[in-house]
């Protein structure tokens, strides 16, 4: 498998070094550009086990001892698959057992589980060495349950009154009531809104970490979040805000957008995604329906982050296996959109691997970095071509065909087109593409799978076999390719040159 990567890199490689290249949109990243993995940090990689307190490894609610330092351990992994960016789950002192960090005790420390600050702030700088940004999950709703302000008198009124939400459906019970027994923060005080502020700027400063992702948006009120997006800005150019907002109603979340929010992960378009792909034959209408309604809802639809499940959901492998498919290929499809479609591919820890989990906890098992690597190696092609393809990152999106699972559409940024074709069904699929929808006299050259379609009489034509997925880019007509075949025959040339000049230093050797 690796043997075939190889190749197919080194095919690609040749190929996209004919195509124009942007150099621009490479020093001028947005965050549109980017490619984010999500771990959670207990869980992910122990790299320190002198702050391994508390670990049970048997048990899925204690601590597993995952830390800074193992993911600093783990950063060329993540680069080498072309992540960008990582996203990790809160990091602030937390009460015991809070392995998921969701119950803050002390805003301004690190968990004694995770490492010192000094080990975080090298975590962010060695990220950044390797271009990979940092993204830090901020609660601002509430605080762990046995948080010490909730007993102490002088802060009676930075909570509201103790009540579960009762009625979901009213803005202001999810504002105020107290979801999961958590202690409900009163941010209309305004030393809760200065602190939680005071706290969120000062971690910027203290660790130039590069985003937020802000956990709960629609149990805080907006007057917050404006003054929180407004704030937080002010600390670091291009610090990103991506919000939570657990809904399945677009225009619920796109509300919140007015706050200053750049973006949210999609819970909508993740439904979509996890019934699209979790079996063959599925429509995939409804993706690009998706997208025609974020184009209209959003006025930065491509901050959007697109996911497939995380530590709230059940994994994705879960649904696969329930529809009894092989895991591996329904990923590669869904991995594969995800990658291509617009908006910010999010991909929970674990993915690359086909981690399967159900519920609460148990989709947050431990970190496997023995498992089989068949998909990680097909993550790192994707990755490398959405790093190396602007259009796959910031152009526009047209559907060309779509049919019970068998898509192609297209991506356009200045002057390159990419073409995406994605076989979800269980049969082989032929699509005829003509001149209309595609510029004639050129040919379609596939970086995937290494297939190349030239147009004949104004038209494409597409063969594609079962649960494959092809990432074409259209290019001028080859031919008869000098340059090209000269240049694989250089590779073979100096590969036959280095194994003849190490054996005749071995022959040198044993004559002497």
């Known amino acids: 498998m690796k043997k075939k990567w190889c190749v197919l890199a080194m095919i690609s490689m040749l190929f996209l070094a004919a195509l124009p290249v942007h150099a621009a949109e490479n020093k001028d990243r947005k965050w549109q550009d980017e490619t984010v993995y999500f771990l959670m940090v207990d869980r992910f990689n122990d790299g320190d086990t002198k702050n391994d307190y508390d670990v049970n490894l048997k048990d899925p609610l204690a601590y597993h001892g995952g830390d800074f330092q193992g993911i600093i351990d783990k950063l060329d992994y993540l680069k080498g698959m072309g992540f960008t960016a990582i996203w990790l789950t809160p990091i602030f002192d937390n009460e015991n057992p809070g392995y998921h960090g969701y119950w803050i005790k002390d805003f301004y420390k690190p968990d004694e589980h995770f490492g010192t600050m000094q080990t975080f702030q090298r975590l962010v700088k060695e990220a950044h060495k390797r271009g990979i940004k940092v993204i830090l999950d901020f609660v601002a709703n509430h605080v762990g349950p046995n948080n010490p302000w909730v007993n102490d008198p002088t802060k009676k009124n930075w909570f509201h009154e103790k009540k579960p939400v009762m009625n979901w459906n009213d803005q202001k019970d999810l504002e105020n009531g107290w979801i999961y027994d958590l202690p409900d923060l009163a941010q209309e005080n305004p030393e809760v809104k200065k602190y939680l502020i005071d706290a969120a700027k000062w971690w910027i400063k203290k660790t130039d970490i590069d ?31 991506l919000g939570e907002v657990a809904s399945n ?264």
């Open 211 to 241: 985003g937020y992702r802000l956990d709960t948006v629609r149990h805080v009120p907006m007057s917050f979040w404006k003054d929180f997006s407004r704030e937080v800005k002010k600390v670091k150019k291009n610090f990103y805000l």
């Open 249 to 512: 109603d677009p225009k619920y979340i796109a509300n919140y957008a007015q706050t200053g929010i750049d973006g949210f992960v999609d819970y909508p378009l993740n439904s979509d995604l996890r019934t699209a792909f979790a079996k063959p034959d599925e429509t995939l209408s409804w993706l690009f329906n998706d997208w025609e309604r974020n184009k209209k809802l959003y006025k930065k639809p491509y901050l959007n982050g697109n996911f497939l499940d995380n530590h709230d959901t059940p994994r994705f492998t879960s649904d696969i296996v329930r529809n009894k498919q092989f895991p591996g290929s329904r990923w590669e499809m869904a991995l594969t959109y995800l990658y291509t479609g617009p908006g910010i591919p999010i991909v929970y820890y674990g993915s690359e691997i086909a981690l399967n989990g159900g519920n609460d906890p148990d989709n947050r098992r431990q970190m496997n970095f023995r498992a089989d690597t068949d998909l990680i190696d097909y993550i790192t092609k994707l990755g490398e071509l959405r790093n190396q393809l602007p259009s796959l990152r910031r152009g526009t999106m047209e559907k060309l065909f779509e049919e019970n699972g068998m898509t192609v559409f297209k991506r356009k940024y200045k002057n390159e087109t990419t073409v995406i074709a994605i076989n979800n069904t269980s049969k082989s699929q032929t699509v005829t593409l003509t001149g209309k929808q595609l510029e004639d006299g050129k040919e379609l050259r596939g970086l995937l799978g290494g297939d190349t379609v030239k147009s004949k009489g104004s038209k494409y034509t597409i063969i594609l076999d079962r649960d494959k997925a092809e990432i074409y880019v259209l290019a001028n007509k080859t031919g008869f390719n000098l340059p090209l075949i000269l240049s694989v025959a250089s590779v073979y040339v100096a590969f036959a040159v280095f194994i003849f000049l190490l054996f005749k230093k071995r022959r040198q050797r044993k004559s002497s």
